[in-house]
């Protein structure tokens, strides 16, 4: 005798979590738009609170308005200047965080003297020193008979300030590129040399593209640093947002106008930067992720 068993499906259900999930996100990014919309109207207020203030010292908008396109044709120079930098010291970091971590003693003298001596002094003494002190140098050695390389030392303004900049920055990115570095576990190195790979060949196949990830954001907020600081060079006559705002509140004595048409220039460069710095660290740990 057989006996016939019949299970019966329940019947589908709606996903209660699911609908809770999406209500409770739903709620939270509500929020999160109300929060910054009581974020922008205080700083709304704030901007009003200052321009009303200004007003009344007899601050002069027209004038900013008959002079803000020169002041602007400065952004491109210091965007020129803060890329090229950045790029320099992002090669002069990863050599010196190699030298660093280096086991040859010479290597790691070089380094973390460069390191030293680099952050252990103003970045304005050191464009002082390479746009006026090489010359100095160029010009003994040219007349000892070293013409070629004495001129070599007789660098342009531009030049100066892009040396400068790379090589102060260079320093303290020595450290970030070493951290990042070290961050990666000591056992992919092991598990890349008994695989047979070279110590050259663990660090360029194995640690650093995984420390480049780290160590990206980081660059992001160098470079915006880097923006602001581009204004010393303006010491040396390159025609960047300072010096133009320079030239003009000293020939109608309107320091204030320009100095703050060049402040807001800076300000909305590092607003810009600080949001696609964010967009790119986003994406790093997304790729990361996966």
């Known amino acids: 005798m057989t006996v016939e068993t019949i299970i019966e499906k329940p019947p ?22 109300f929060q910054n919309v009581k ?27 008959e002079h803000y396109g020169f002041v602007m044709q400065g952004v491109l120079t210091t965007l020129g200047l803060s890329v090229a930098s950045i790029l320099i010291a992002s090669v002069l970091a990863l050599l010196g965080a190699l030298g660093r971590l280096s086991q040859n003693s010479i290597a790691q003298g070089i380094a973390g003297f460069y ?19 090489l010359p100095q140098i160029g010009t003994q050695l040219q007349s000892m008979g070293f013409t070629d390389l004495g001129k070599s030392l007789t660098l ?9 900049l790379s090589l102060n920055y260079g ?8 951290a990042g570095i070290q961050s990666i576990s000591h056992g992919q190195r092991e598990a890349a040399l008994s695989l047979g790979l070279s110590s050259w060949q663990t ?3 194995i640690i650093l593209p995984q420390a480049i990830k780290i160590i990206i954001p ?15 060079v303006s010491v040396m006559g390159v025609w960047e947002i300072t010096y133009r705002a320079n030239r ?9 106008e320009m100095f703050i048409l060049a402040a807001a220039l800076y300000w909305i460069l590092t607003i810009v930067s600080s949001w696609l710095e964010e967009r790119l660290e986003k994406r790093m740990a997304h790729a990361y992720e996966r």
């Open 12 to 33: 589908e259900k709606p996903d209660a979590d699911q609908s809770m999930g999406d209500a409770l996100l739903s709620h939270q990014k509500r929020n999160r738009l």
């Open 115 to 133: 390191v030293s001596l680099v952050r252990g002094t103003p970045l304005l003494i050191q464009i002082y020193i390479i746009y006026l002190g």
């Open 218 to 232: 980081d660059i992001g907020n160098q470079f915006i640093a880097m923006q602001k600081d581009s204004a010393l």
């Open 156 to 164: 342009t303004a531009i030049q100066s300030g892009i040396l400068a």
């Open 171 to 178: 320093a303290y990115m020595t450290e970030i590129f070493r």
């Open 203 to 205: 660090m360029r196949r």
């Open 39 to 65: 974020i922008g109207s205080v700083w709304a207020a704030l901007i009003l609170i200052l321009a009303v203030g200004l007003l009344q010292l007899r601050f002069d908008p027209g004038y900013i308005g």
């Open 248 to 256: 003009f509140g000293r020939k109608d004595s309107k320091f204030m």
